[in-house]
């Protein structure tokens, strides 16, 4: 019989305890998969005090992560303090150091330090695992690391955020503005105080920059990663990509072109037959793009302590079956640098909403502009706010003009609108939407 | 440097090449992935003569699948002969029994011969991988038996089968006879001449044996599957499905009850709004519940040359890579028996189609019978082919009766029913549906 692995968890918050919790009650289950029994020995949280419902009885205390990352005994360190800064960085990389695997929750840490500590787990021979990082339980990271190894990626797409996702779902069956259902899933708990990391698609960013080294083979960084946020989008946009055959995701997108991988986060009109445009809610979901088979999407729950813990606990039983997989799929010497995509050089269709200032000639000066860039159309919808008919006062009012484009270039796009603009037919400024076709 | 894992492979067809040519172009990635190199040293096939598109240059032929398999050269045999008998079985089982690790794609050897061939695997220290056999890429072995490996299942349900959901998709969608989709079907080459296999259901039993023994650890046993296929299904009742908010498909389903696994394919009521719901043409799909976290969904293409072979070369890359998981999740011993699920016993809702004789008195007639039974009607709906108008000669018309009963047991849907025609109320045979709820 080969010894228990011996583990040590670093954070005791929703998803720590629920560690604990399943090491204990799935102990048959977890041992007849790995091999070998799996033991907490150790763990450490901000309070000791903090009343848990979990038996820590037999399970050593120790009060800083620094220990417990280098405690002779543990040799499984399961990081969920969270947070791109110490002490995550710095017990994770004394863990590795000292040649032990480490299981962590972490995209932060993994999207800005992700490389120097996969070169820590290659030398010194830990495994660096991290499923729960991206989707919570949704096996993504397994899927592109072993379930797709001989299979080329041309394309990792997904709504990897669940508040983003939630509150475009309540904008497009409601109605509502972006700040109504923000407030909302702020009350419900999904959304932060301070919303910015999810809206502005900063931890969409975290986690695509984690898909895209494991699909693509970049260095992983987040800086990689082009981003756009969702509070621009108004009730107006879902209600026209609902009429046009579309729905409006934030989406995380990378994908291998003629000029590299490009690496994007940004709201994006997926066709509404689409596997990816039927995840409503909180719900996550990633679909991949293999050479020569048709996509493949995992749909599940992007978060919650349950999801987060099962994610967790099957890499830990992956340590104890002695799985020692490259963390980012290839050995760090294979993987490539990668620079932010130049976005005006990127190629797709666009969704433009316009506010027509309603006077002749108009709609004929905005397919001239687009003409000149040589952007053909693929359908135009003008909607006149009262039904068409003049107002009473006789004076123009500005009309939605909504298009949509066949792939052209970014930089044509903006230099027709530009030039739109400058012809002073519109108001305020042109709503522009990517779209992403499957 | 470790050396190459030496690989040969019995069965040339489209998979079978695929496979080479995938281990030929992806090989660094596959090294990088596996940490050594994948080398194809033999194969068999039934003519050597056939012209494939592959280079077997370097590469052995050899004539009788039994020696590949016992072939000292070879590390890791990989049949895709097909076929629950001989050869396949015999070489699988030889090159097991020789300490060789095997791939497979073959759901049938699996479904009837797996717990004797896991054994063999078990008792000699190779691996048994086959994440082709079920979903093709989708990867849904490795996500039972991995990915989820420390949480409790509490449900695995699924469309394993993408004849019959392209068939019921044409159904649905242009409102065809099953014959028509069928001959459709075989014309385009998603059926067999004899469809027998897949559009009765076997084929997704045989699946569903093999997901149900990862998930809840019984012996694997295609004999413990219920079985009922799509033949009877009436484009009326995809209709009526769409009405009430259902959509048919054909779903394997393996679940915990209080008295057992149950194990069961047949057509089935899905809420229109579940992901499973969405899955249309021939695309595959597996919804996992696992304890206390929403539903892990898997989308993806579950045939097709390509699509297997990529799932072939995941379990070769981690063969190379040294994984030697339990085949079925678990250990032989702690694996149980099960037995064909008693369906009179099945607790669910039900729909229920009815041609009632027109004549007064007839649904108060159904309803007190299905009162007697205790059944609850969630929804009834009584539809007057000519829109309610009395016929011209006076005579009374069958009127399809469509009912959807709460949560009941199903023999008292059956004594229900029986009596119900026994009273001669109705004309023919009722077409009665399981519901499954997500």
Known sequence: MVAPLKVGIAGLGTVGAEVVRLIETQARVLAGRSGRGIRVVAVTARSKAKKRSIDLRGVEWVKDPMVLATHPEVDCF?????????????????????????????KALLAKHGLKLAKAAEKHGGALNFEA?????????????????????????????????????RMEQEGLSFAECLKDAQRLGYAEANPSFDVDGHDTAQK?????SLAFGTKVAQSAVYVEGISSIAPEDLRAADDLGYRLKLLGVAVRTAKGIEQRVHPTMVPKSSSIAQVMGVTNAVTIDGEGIPPITLVGPGAGGAATASAVVADIADVARGIRANPFGRPISHLRDTKKAPMERHEGGYYIRLLARDFPGTAARIATRLAEQKISIESIVQRHPNGGAAPADGKAVPVPVILITYATHEDAVRRALAAVQKDKVISGRPQVIRIEKN
């Open 133 to 169: 990082a991206v989707g919570a339980a949704i096996p993504v990271i397994k899927t592109l690391r072993e379930g797709l190894a001989g299979t080329g990626i041309n394309r990792v797409y997904g709504i990897l955020n669940g508040t983003c996702n939630y509150i475009l779902t």
């Open 208 to 212: 695509l920059a984690i898909l895209a």
């Open 78 to 106: 399961v990081e969920l303090m969270g947070g791109a800064g110490d002490p995550a960085l710095s017990a994770v990389e004394a863990a590795l150091n000292g040649g032990k695997s480490v299981v962590t929750a972490n």
